[in-house]
C-alpha cells in the first residue's frame, strides 16, 4: 500500500537518483581506464565521464589520495543535494547513512592524532559524506583519554550516542575492582582499529533497527534483507580476522573479543553464534555458517587466513569476495521499486566506483604490467545484472 | 551556391622537418581541409604542443582579467589576414619565446598579486585587533589598567563589571582571552568551550563590521571576549582551550597593560594601516608597469593571443597526419577551383627558405565521399543554416536553401499577411541591418569602453555584466536581420493581397462591389475580404496551389539531382512517373481551382464542390455529378487510368534494377578480391551489402510513403490557410475588444488609455508569439514537405583549415 504514497515524498529524491544511475562508469569505460597508461591520461579520461567537473581544476598529475577526495566530494555533493531534496523519514534516514562515514572520519582523526599527523593534512583527509562542525574540535584529545573526548565534544555530535555506548561497554567489560588506572590502560592499549569496528557495529544494529521500527513496510523489507547480510559479513569478517591473530592469544580473550564485535542482528544471529564464536579455522567457521543462504559458497574460495604472510596484490581475499557478492545485491536492491534501499544502494555502489577508480589509477602510478592479476581485481557495479 | 564546390583528393607527403612550415602556409590558404587518421588514438603525438598552447591561454586569459582590473583594455584586432601574413614569418620556435614571456609575466604577476593579498590580510589583522582592543577595553571598564597583572585579574577589583552568574568562587583567579573568529564559527567554537569549561566561562561577543570595500569578500569576522577559571597556564582546560583555538585559527590579541601602552598601541596600529595602505598602491603601480607592455610594447597581448590560437590549430591538424619516421602523410580536400594555389604556395615556401625539402602533391582517386561547402555570407548564412539543422546536403546535391531564401519568407507572408504587422517586421529589420548596433564589433567596442571605465573608476559592480548579458540575446536578433526584412516584406505584400491592415480593410481603391464594369486594381476587394467564407475558401485553394507549385519544385530539383549523378533509372523512369502521378492527382485538382475560378456562376448552389468532385472521381471511377467543364467525365477517366498506372512503374522498375544491380555485384565483389591490391589505396570502404528482401522492403515502402505523401503533404499545406485565418483572427478579435469600442463612441480618454495596451498585446502575441509561431511552420513546410521530394542530407561539413577562421571564431567575430 505504501507503494501508492511513496511518490508523494519521496518521488522527487528517488528520480535524481534514478537519474544519477546514469552517471556510473561502464565496462566499456572501465575498459578503456585500464588500457591507461598514465595518470595524466586516466585524469583526462575522467573528465569526458561525469566526473568532469570536480576534476577540471586539478593537475594533470594528480595524487591518488586527492583524486580519491574529489571523486568523494562529487558523491558527497550530490548526496547533499539529494538530502536537501528529502523531506521527513526520509531525511532522517539519509542522515542515518551519514554517521557511518562520521565514525569512520572520528576514528581517522583520533588515529591521526596519536601518530602526531598535522591537523591540516587530517582535514584535508576527511570524508566530505561524514563532515560535521565539531569534527575540528577532536584535536583537544590528550593522550587516551576517550572518555574526556567525549564529555568535550563528542557528545555534541550525532554519533555521540555510539560512542557513550562503546565507553560503557568497555568498561563494564572489565574485572570487579577496577581502578582509574586499569581504565587508563585499557584506553591506552585500544587499537583504533577496534574502535571504529566496535562503533560501526552499533551503528549497524541501531540502523537496523531503526529501519525495522520506523520506515515503510517495503521500503523496511528491502533495507532488512540488505542489513542483515551486511551484519553477516562483519560478523563473518571478524572471525575471519581473528584467526591466527597473535593479540587474541587466549580462547577466552577470543571469545570475548568476538561477541564484542559481532553484530547481534543478521541470520546469523543467534542460531550460529556459538558455533562461530568458537570457530578457529576457516573450515570451522565454513561449517558454522553452511546453513545459511549461500555462504558456504562464498567463502569456499577464501584463502585460509594463518598462510596470510603469502597474501600478495593478485590473492582474491575475502573482502573481495564479499564486495562482490555486495555489490550484486545492491545492484538488484537500487532496480527495486518505491524503497529507500535504493538510496543505501546508490551510496554503496559509488563507493566501489570510487574505489575501483582509485585501485585503477594506483595500478596505474605503479606501472604494473598489464597481464598482472590486480587488473582483474575491480568490481564493475550492475555487471551482475547482466549476466 | 546552387550546388557544393567541387573538391579534389590530394595526398601529401610532407617530409618530418619541413612539416610546421607548410602547415602553417596551408592554414593561411583557408580552402582545404585534413582528414583525420588518426581519429581513435588518444595519444596523439602533438599533444603535449597543444596543451602548452591551453595553459598559455589559460595564463593569458588571467593577464586579460588583471589588465581589465586596472582599466587597460586591448585594442581589438580587426584584420586578421594582416595578422596571419605577420605570422607567417616565424618559425615554430617563435612559441617558445612567447611562452617564456607569458610565463616570466605571469609569475611577476602572480607574485605581486599575492603580495597585495598578503598585504591586505594584514591590514585587516591590524584594523581587527585594533578594534578587537577598543571592545576589550568597553567590556573590561577603565579599572582594568589600574590593575597590575596583564594576563590574570581578579574580578574583585572591578565593581563596575556585569555581573557574572552563580557558582562561582570571589576568589578564584581568572584568566582572560581576547580573540578574533570568523563569525559563521563562532557558535560552534562557543559550544566547544561549553563543554570544555565544564560551563563554567562567560564570553562577550561582537560582529565586527567591515568598512573597507576591498575585504568585503571575506567572511564576517567577529571578535570575543572570554572568562574562564583557571589557575594557570599549565592547567588542563587552559590548554584544551589553546589547541581549540589552534583548530579555529583564532587570531589571538593581547591586551596592553597600562594606559600609556595602549595609547602606543593604538598608535602603532594607526601607522601600520597607512603604512600597508602605501605599500599596497605601491605594488599596484609595480603590477601596471608591468602589465602595460602587454598592450603598447611589441609584442602585444592580442598579438600573442592570436598566435597562440593559430598555433593551436595547427598542431590540431599535424595531429590528423599519418606520422612514418621521416614524414608525415597528410590526407586532403581542396576545393578544386583553388588547387592552383597549393603550388603557389610551395614555391613561396621555397623562396623563403630554399634549403627546405617541399612536399610532394598527388591527385588521387577516392571512394570517399566528399565534403560540402558552400560560400556563405551574411545573408545567406542564415538559410543555409536552416537547411543544415535539418542535414548538411550530400556532396553536388542541389541545396534547398538556395529556393528557401525566397519560398522560405514567401510562405511565412501567406501565414503572417497584413500590412501592418509585415511592415513593423520590415522596419525593425531595416532598423537592425542599417544601424549594426548590435554587431558583434559594435558590442565588442561597447564592451571594451565600458571595461575600461570601469577599471578606471575601479568600481566593481554586476550591472555592467548584465549589460553584456542582453547583448549578446539581440545580437542573436542581429543574425536574424535578413530574414526579418525578406520575412516582414512579404508578410505585407500578403497583407495587400488579403486587404488586412491590423485587420482592417483598406479600401484605397474604392470598392467594387456594387458596380459594373469595375475590378478591384489590386488584392481583394475589401467588402469581400470581411467576408470570412469568402476568405476562407480563397485561402483555402491558394494554399493547396501553393503547395502543388512548391512540391512540383521539390520533384524537379530530384530531376536535376538524377541528371547530375547520371543516374538514368532514376532521370528517365522514376523522376518523369512521380511528376506525371503528381501532376495528374494534386495538379488536376489545382486545375479545376483554376477552371472554377474563372467560371461564372449564376447560381452559386450550382457551383460543384472541389472536393466532391475529387472524391467522386476516385471513388466512382470519373462520375461527375456537377460538370465544370465539357468532357470532364472522361477526361477523368483518363487521368485515373494514367495514374494508377504509375504506380507499379515506380515500384517495379528500380526495384528490379536494384535487385539486378546487386547479384551483379556479388559476381564482381569475388573478382575483386582477387584483383592484386596496387590498385585501391590503404584506405578501405564499406560496401553495404543489402539483402533482396530488404530491397524490396525498401522500394515498396518508398513508393507508398510516395503515394500517401502526395495527399498528406498536401493537406498539410492547409496550415497556410490554418495559420493565415489565425492570424488575421486574432487580430480582429484584439481590435474589437479593445478599441473599436471606444473609437465608435469617440471617447478620446479611453482611447488615450487602451491603445498601449493594444499596442503591448499587438507585439507581445502578434509580433512575438504569432511570428514564431508561423515560422515554425513555414520551417516545417521546407524541411518535410518541400525536402522530402529530392533531399538526401547527408552529406558533411567541410571543415575548413583555416587560421583565419579560428581567430575570427575565438574573437567572437
Given at each position: 500500500m505504501d507503494l501508492c504514497y511513496f511518490a508523494v515524498d519521496d518521488g522527487y529524491a528517488e528520480a535524481i537518483i534514478r537519474g544519477l544511475r546514469a552517471g556510473f562508469l561502464n565496462e566499456a569505460q572501465y575498459t578503456q581506464m585500464k588500457s591507461c597508461t598514465s595518470i595524466p591520461e586516466l585524469k583526462s579520461f575522467l573528465e569526458e565521464t561525469d566526473y568532469q567537473n570536480c576534476l577540471q581544476a586539478d593537475q594533470p598529475q594528480i595524487a591518488t589520495s586527492l583524486l580519491r577526495q574529489r571523486l568523494k566530494k562529487k558523491l558527497a555533493d550530490e548526496f547533499d543535494y539529494i538530502e536537501a531534496q528529502a523531506t521527513g523519514t526520509l531525511s532522517k534516514f539519509l542522515f542515518h547513512l551519514r554517521c557511518r562515514f562520521m565514525i569512520d572520519n572520528v576514528v581517522n582523526m583520533i588515529e591521526g592524532l596519536k601518530n602526531k599527523i598535522d591537523i591540516e593534512v587530517l582535514l584535508s583527509n576527511i570524508d566530505p559524506l561524514g563532515w560535521f562542525p565539531e569534527i575540528k574540535n577532536i584535536k583537544v584529545l590528550e593522550g587516551d583519554d576517550y572518555a574526556n573526548l567525549y564529555r568535550d565534544v563528542l557528545i555534541d555530535t550525532p554519533i555521540g550516542v555510539y560512542f557513550m555506548k562503546f565507553l560503557d561497554e568497555s568498561i563494564e567489560n572489565m574485572h570487579e575492582n577496577r581502578t582509574m588506572n586499569d581504565i587508563q590502560n585499557l584506553f591506552k592499549e585500544m587499537k583504533p582499529e577496534y574502535i571504529r569496528t566496535s562503533l560501526k557495529k552499533m551503528w549497524l544494529e541501531d540502523f537496523f533497527r531503526y529501519s525495522e521500527e520506523n520506515l515503510p513496510q517495503t521500503s523496511k523489507e528491502g533495507l532488512v534483507s540488505l542489513l542483515k547480510f551486511e551484519a553477516d559479513f562483519r560478523t563473518i569478517q571478524v572471525i575471519y580476522n581473528s584467526i591466527g591473530n597473535r593479540d587474541l592469544n587466549t580462547v577466552a580473550r577470543i571469545q570475548t573479543t568476538r561477541k564484542q564485535l559481532c553484530p547481534t542482528i543478521g541470520t546469523l544471529y543467534p542460531d550460529c553464534e556459538r558455533q562461530y564464536l568458537a570457530a578457529a579455522q576457516l573450515e570451522a567457521l565454513r561449517e558454522a555458517v553452511k546453513g545459511t543462504e549461500n555462504y558456504r559458497d562464498l567463502l569456499k574460495d577464501a584463502p585460509d587466513p594463518l598462510k596470510r604472510e603469502e597474501f600478495n596484490v593478485s590473492t582474491r581475499t575475502l573482502d573481495d569476495i564479499m564486495y562482490d557478492e555486495e555489490c550484486r545485491r545492491y545492484a538488484l536492491a537500487f532496480d527495486g521499486q518505491g524503497s529507500y534501499a535504493v538510496f543505501y544502494a546508490y551510496l554503496k555502489l559509488k563507493e566501489q566506483e570510487i574505489r575501483n577508480i582509485v585501485w585503477l589509477a594506483e595500478m596505474i602510478s605503479r606501472r604494473l604490467a598489464k597481464n598482472h592479476p590486480g587488473w582483474k581485481k575491480i568490481i564493475i557495479p550492475f555487471s551482475h545484472l547482466r549476466k | 551556391m546552387f550546388r557544393s564546390e567541387v573538391m579534389s583528393f590530394y595526398q601529401?607527403?610532407?617530409?618530418?622537418?619541413?612539416?610546421?612550415?607548410?602547415?602553417?602556409?596551408?592554414?593561411?590558404?583557408?580552402?582545404?581541409?585534413?582528414?583525420?587518421?588518426?581519429?581513435?588514438?588518444?595519444?596523439?603525438?602533438?599533444?603535449?604542443?597543444?596543451?602548452?598552447?591551453?595553459?598559455?591561454?589559460?595564463?593569458?586569459?588571467?593577464?586579460?582579467?588583471?589588465?581589465?582590473?586596472?582599466?587597460?583594455?586591448?585594442?581589438?584586432?580587426?584584420?586578421?589576414?594582416?595578422?596571419?601574413?605577420?605570422?607567417?614569418?616565424?618559425?615554430?620556435?617563435?612559441?617558445?619565446?612567447?611562452?617564456?614571456?607569458?610565463?616570466?609575466?605571469?609569475?611577476?604577476?602572480?607574485?605581486?598579486?599575492?603580495?597585495?593579498?598578503?598585504?591586505?590580510?594584514?591590514?585587516?589583522?591590524?584594523?581587527?585587533?585594533?578594534?578587537?582592543?577598543?571592545?576589550?577595553?568597553?567590556?573590561?571598564?577603565?579599572a582594568y589598567f589600574l590593575s597590575k597583572s596583564s594576563s590574570d585579574l581578579n574580578l574583585d577589583e572591578q565593581p563596575e563589571n556585569k555581573p557574572l552568574h552563580g557558582g562561582m568562587i570571589p576568589s578564584q583567579k581568572f584568566t582572560h582571552f581576547v580573540g578574533i573568529i570568523n563569525a559563521q564559527e563562532y557558535h560552534v567554537f562557543a559550544r566547544a568551550i561549553f563543554r570544555i569549561t565544564k560551563g563554567n566561562f562567560m564570553m562577550y561577543n561582537e560582529l565586527l563590521d567591515q568598512e573597507?570595500?576591498?575585504?568585503?569578500?571575506?567572511?564576517?569576522?567577529?571578535?570575543?571576549?572570554?572568562?574562564?577559571?583557571?589557575?594557570?597556564?599549565?592547567?588542563?582546560?587552559?590548554?584544551?582551550?589553546?589547541?581549540?583555538?589552534?583548530?579555529?585559527?583564532?587570531?589571538?590579541?593581547?591586551?596592553?597593560?597600562?594606559?600609556?601602552?595602549?595609547?602606543?598601541?593604538?598608535?602603532?596600529?594607526?601607522?601600520?594601516?597607512?603604512?600597508?595602505?602605501?605599500?599596497?598602491?605601491?605594488t599596484q603601480d609595480l603590477i601596471k608597469s608591468i602589465l602595460t607592455p602587454l598592450i603598447s610594447g611589441e609584442p602585444t597581448i592580442q598579438y600573442i593571443r592570436n598566435f597562440i590560437i593559430k598555433e593551436k590549430l595547427l598542431y590540431e591538424n599535424l595531429n590528423k597526419l599519418k606520422i612514418q619516421p621521416s614524414v608525415f602523410i597528410g590526407l586532403l580536400w581542396?576545393?578544386?577551383?583553388?588547387?592552383?594555389?597549393?603550388?603557389?604556395?610551395?614555391?613561396?615556401?621555397?623562396?623563403?627558405?630554399?634549403?627546405?625539402?617541399?612536399?610532394?602533391?598527388?591527385?588521387?582517386?577516392?571512394?570517399?565521399?566528399?565534403?560540402?561547402s558552400f560560400a556563405l555570407n551574411q545573408f545567406n548564412k542564415l538559410f543555409q543554416l536552416i537547411t543544415d539543422t535539418y542535414g548538411v546536403p550530400r556532396y553536388r546535391e542541389i541545396n534547398p536553401s538556395i529556393f528557401s531564401i525566397i519560398t522560405f519568407p514567401f510562405l511565412f507572408g501567406v501565414m503572417f499577411g497584413d500590412i501592418a504587422h509585415g511592415l513593423l517586421l520590415l522596419s525593425f529589420g531595416l532598423y537592425l541591418s542599417i544601424t549594426k548596433k548590435f554587431s558583434p564589433r559594435t558590442i565588442q567596442k561597447e564592451t571594451r569602453k565600458q571595461l575600461i571605465q570601469q577599471g578606471t573608476m575601479k568600481v566593481t559592480g554586476n550591472e555592467d555584466i548584465d549589460n553584456i548579458n542582453k547583448n549578446s540575446s539581440l545580437q542573436l536578433l542581429y543574425d536574424l536581420r535578413y530574414m526579418l526584412i525578406l520575412c516582414g516584406g512579404f508578410a505585407a505584400y500578403c497583407g495587400l493581397i488579403y486587404n488586412d491592415f491590423f485587420a482592417l480593410q483598406l479600401d484605397i481603391f474604392g470598392t467594387c462591389l456594387f458596380q459594373t464594369d469595375c475590378v478591384y486594381p489590386f488584392g481583394i476587394d475589401p467588402m469581400f475580404a470581411e467576408n470570412l467564407n469568402f476568405s476562407n475558401s480563397y485561402k483555402m485553394k491558394l494554399s493547396i496551389i501553393i503547395g502543388y507549385f512548391q512540391m512540383t519544385l521539390g520533384l524537379l530539383c530530384l530531376g536535376l539531382n538524377s541528371y547530375n549523378q547520371r543516374n538514368l533509372i532514376s532521370l528517365f523512369i522514376v523522376f518523369p512517373v512521380k511528376l506525371c502521378f503528381f501532376s495528374l492527382t494534386i495538379g488536376y485538382m489545382a486545375i479545376i481551382i483554376f477552371i472554377k475560378w474563372n467560371t461564372k456562376f449564376m447560381d452559386p448552389g450550382a457551383a460543384p464542390s472541389i472536393i466532391s468532385t475529387m472524391v467522386d472521381m476516385w471513388m466512382?471511377?470519373?462520375?461527375?455529378?456537377?460538370?465544370?467543364?465539357?468532357?470532364?467525365?472522361?477526361?477523368?477517366?483518363?487521368?485515373?487510368?494514367?495514374?494508377?498506372?504509375?504506380?507499379?512503374?515506380?515500384?517495379?522498375?528500380?526495384?528490379?534494377?536494384?535487385?539486378?544491380?546487386?547479384?551483379?555485384?556479388?559476381?564482381?565483389?569475388?573478382?575483386?578480391?582477387?584483383?592484386?591490391?596496387?590498385?585501391?589505396?590503404?584506405?578501405?570502404?564499406?560496401v553495404e551489402k543489402e539483402s533482396n528482401g530488404d530491397i524490396v522492403v525498401h522500394h515498396l515502402i518508398e513508393t507508398i510513403e510516395f503515394v500517401l505523401g502526395c495527399i498528406s503533404n498536401t493537406a498539410s499545406y492547409l496550415r497556410l490557410w490554418a495559420l493565415s485565418l489565425a492570424h488575421s483572427q486574432l487580430a480582429s478579435v484584439f481590435f474589437d475588444l479593445i478599441l473599436s469600442g471606444s473609437i465608435n463612441e469617440a471617447q478620446a480618454p479611453w482611447q488615450i488609455i487602451m491603445f498601449p495596451l493594444f499596442l503591448i498585446i499587438t507585439l507581445g502575441v502578434l509580433l512575438c508569439m504569432d511570428a514564431m509561431e508561423c515560422f515554425l511552420h513555414a520551417l516545417r513546410l521546407h524541411w518535410v514537405e518541400f525536402q522530402s521530394k529530392f533531399f538526401k542530407g547527408d552529406g558533411y561539413q567541410f571543415e575548413v583549415f583555416s587560421f583565419t577562421q579560428a581567430m575570427q571564431l575565438q574573437n567572437k567575430i
Open positions: - | 601529401l607527403l610532407i617530409p618530418r622537418e619541413s612539416s610546421y612550415m607548410v602547415m602553417n602556409h596551408l592554414g593561411s590558404l583557408d580552402s582545404l581541409m585534413i582528414i583525420d587518421q588518426n581519429k581513435d588514438n588518444l595519444n596523439r603525438p602533438f599533444n603535449y604542443c597543444i596543451t602548452r598552447c591551453d595553459d598559455m591561454m589559460c595564463k593569458i586569459e588571467k593577464l586579460n582579467k588583471c589588465l581589465q582590473d586596472i582599466g587597460l583594455i586591448p585594442e581589438h584586432i580587426d584584420d586578421f589576414k594582416l595578422l596571419e601574413q605577420q605570422y607567417e614569418l616565424k618559425s615554430h620556435t617563435y612559441l617558445n619565446d612567447l611562452e617564456a614571456l607569458i610565463n616570466h609575466k605571469h609569475q611577476q604577476i602572480l607574485d605581486q598579486v599575492q603580495k597585495i593579498e598578503q598585504m591586505k590580510q594584514k591590514r585587516q589583522f591590524t584594523i581587527e585587533s585594533k578594534k578587537a582592543m577598543i571592545f576589550a577595553r568597553k567590556q573590561l571598564g577603565g573597507n570595500e576591498l575585504v568585503k569578500f571575506i567572511s564576517n569576522r567577529m571578535c570575543f571576549l572570554l572568562f574562564f577559571p583557571s589557575q594557570s597556564v599549565q592547567s588542563e582546560t587552559f590548554r584544551k582551550i589553546k589547541k581549540l583555538c589552534e583548530t579555529f585559527k583564532v587570531d589571538h590579541v593581547r591586551l596592553p597593560i597600562s594606559e600609556d601602552q595602549w595609547d602606543q598601541r593604538y598608535n602603532q596600529y594607526e601607522n601600520d594601516t597607512i603604512e600597508i595602505e602605501k605599500l599596497i598602491s605601491f581542396i576545393k578544386s577551383s583553388k588547387i592552383d594555389q597549393i603550388e603557389k604556395c610551395f614555391r613561396k615556401i621555397k623562396e623563403i627558405n630554399p634549403n627546405l625539402v617541399l612536399p610532394q602533391p598527388r591527385q588521387l582517386k577516392t571512394p570517399r565521399t566528399p565534403p560540402t466512382h471511377d470519373g462520375y461527375v455529378d456537377m460538370q465544370l467543364y465539357s468532357n470532364q467525365s472522361q477526361i477523368q477517366e483518363y487521368v485515373i487510368i494514367i495514374a494508377s498506372l504509375c504506380i507499379p512503374i515506380m515500384l517495379f522498375v528500380p526495384m528490379f534494377h536494384d535487385l539486378y544491380k546487386n547479384s551483379k555485384q556479388q559476381i564482381v565483389e569475388d573478382e575483386f578480391v582477387q584483383v592484386s591490391q596496387e590498385d585501391r589505396e590503404e584506405e578501405h570502404i564499406q
